[in-house]
């Protein structure tokens, strides 16, 4: 997912919860009433789940809409929501049929059924925007609903296929109140989830302020817990959202505080922080379709023997990230270090000898998303790739971030860094969306051999036995640089003495539970 969605932490991790201790709670009398301000610069792209595939947009998504399956906090197996049962049918893991509950009504009033699942899934496949979630669902060849079965027919085996349902692309909307064949306009949402959108505020450029959230007392599904009204604040700086916190005009910040901000946190009375080991990885994208200067191999592998991780790590974000040498981040199934394997260290030389018969400087352009230290890590980049003179990196910084993502669709610029967050806690996601042929990057990488790897990797049930596969994966992306892959982050949930539950906006399966928090 782009953050850009990167969005899940470590299965099974252990959470360092600090300053948490000594408060009491209020009489019941005395329990504020107030909603609880979530602060983030994750922001929104979209409110209809086929024209968005961002954190931001699936943070709303997993409150505001069901999908047929969810994910129970810190579990990989996804769990009915929407749906009374799903089960693949047969050994061949290429049909897969779930039996939707008989008491689900969206915020319209409206009965949700069968036909409303199909048509959110053919709607999402026909649009195909190029920011939606098509990409993860490549393998689905059709939808049939007969009563209240829905049968989903795959055109390629894929175990991992009942956790893509249960991520925000798989989103149900009301049939009548969402166009088939085009994105909705209304700046409100028809869902079904634990929370109803009340108010939904964008600025005069259109860009989102804040959204207010209140406990949907029509819900039915797997969240047991009714939670308290909430509004998530947006902001497009992290020095504002800092900004906002010190002024305790938030309650909770998840992504992204200034990393020299986080660097420099201790617990104390009044302050709750959780960290925990995250998956949200930064990569630095390339334009593979001619003429861009970056279509060339070659090209991209002198880049590639430029890039010196640590200095990002530490010059720019402090600490707070680790650097990353592969697709795959660690504490997945089958991490590798395929680009420390070919790239140990920054090779000038090397690179230089890569770009022999190019005109030097190799001049290209790189975007950016104007938002917190992303400017500074930039900077750095160009430094490093324009040593001794082999290549000239021509900066653009993009402070829209939906702009930014039109623009990198449409193949305007030759390269951009962007960050991905796992949608759902299983190394297959960091395959077809980021490499496969058709992925959400819009790169044009397409590759038969990689394709083939990545359909391997989802015939096992026993995601150990794709191991071998993932490794095969990423030495061919270390060998064809479709990306580079630059840091993978740690994840930062800061909250203040009145609040708990803070800890379960990143609990590891890329849930955002907005109805754990509460006053303390």
């Known amino acids: 997912m782009r953050s850009i969605r990167m969005r899940i932490v470590a299965i099974g991790a252990a959470l360092v919860v600090a300053g948490i201790g000594g408060w009491q709670l209020l009489p019941s009398d005395q329990v504020k009433k107030d909603p609880i301000v979530v602060g983030t610069t994750d922001v929104i792209t979209s409110l209809d789940p086929a024209g968005a595939y961002d954190a931001g947009s699936w943070a709303i998504y997993n409150n505001v809409y069901q999908s047929l399956l969810t994910f129970k906090q810190g579990s990989t197996t996804p769990v009915p929501d929407a749906a009374k049962s799903c089960t693949f049918v047969g050994q061949k893991l290429q049909t897969y049929r779930c039996v939707l ?85 209304e700046n409100s949402v028809i869902g079904s989830g634990p929370y109803l959108l009340k108010e939904y505020k964008k600025d005069s450029d259109g860009k989102p302020v804040s959204a207010r959230l209140e406990p949907n007392p029509g819900y039915k599904g797997a969240v047991t817990k009714q ?65 861009s200067p970056v279509s060339k191999t070659k090209v991209r592998e002198a880049a590639a023997a430029l890039v010196d991780r640590e200095a990002l790590a530490t010059a720019v974000y402090s600490g707070t990230v680790d650097p990353l040498f ?52 930039a900077e750095q980049l160009k430094k490093q790739l324009e040593r001794d003179g082999l290549f000239k990196v021509d900066l653009i910084a993009e402070p829209d971030w939906t702009k930014m993502q039109q623009n990198y669709a449409e193949g305007k610029y030759d390269s951009y860094t962007a960050g991905w967050l796992a949608d759902f806690p299983d190394p297959d996601n960091f395959g077809q969306p980021l490499v496969g042929t058709g992925n959400s990057l819009h790169n044009g990488y397409s590759d038969k051999e ?62 955002w539970r907005l109805w754990e928090l509460g006053w303390i």
């Not at 979630?133 to 296929?161: H, R, Y």
């Not at 992504?255 to 630095?284: H, N």
């Open 101 to 185: 509950r008989d008491d689900i009504s969206f915020s319209s009033g409206r009965k949700m059924t069968a036909e409303d699942v199909k048509f959110s899934f053919d709607r999402m496949l026909k649009i195909a925007d190029k920011l939606g979630p098509a990409p993860l669902f490549s393998m689905l060849g059709s939808v049939q609903a007969e009563g209240a079965t829905v049968t989903f027919n795959l055109k390629s085996k894929d175990a991992t296929f009942p956790s893509k349902l249960a991520t925000g692309a798989g989103s149900i909307v009301d049939s009548s109140q969402y166009p088939a064949d085009g994105l909705r306009k």
């Open 450 to 511: 990689t394709d083939q790897i990545i359909q391997h990797t989802q015939e096992f049930t026993d995601r150990g036995r794709a191991a071998d596969d993932f490794k095969a994966l990423q030495e061919k992306v270390a060998q064809d640089v479709p990306l580079i892959p630059l840091w993978q982050g740690k994840n930062y949930v800061l909250g203040n003495k009145d609040v708990s539950g803070s800890q379960y906006l990143s609990d590891g399966t890329g849930v």
């Open 326 to 377: 592969s697709l795959i981040p660690q504490g997945f199934t089958g991490h590798s270090t395929a680009f420390f394997d070919a790239y140990p260290k920054p090779d000038p030389v090397r690179a230089k000898a890569l770009l022999k018969g190019e005109q030097l400087p190799v001049r290209f352009t790189m975007a950016y998303r104007k938002l917190g230290a992303n400017g500074a890590e």
């Open 227 to 291: 939670g308290l009204p909430v509004t998530v604040r947006y902001f497009a700086e992290a020095d504002q959202l800092n900004a906002a916190w010190q002024a305790k005009q938030v309650d909770v910040t998840h992504r992204e505080m200034p990393p020299e901000v986080l660097a420099k946190l201790s617990p104390g009375p009044d302050l709750r922080i959780t960290t925990s080991p995250g998956y949200d990885i930064r990569e630095l994208n390339f334009n593979l379709k001619s003429p």
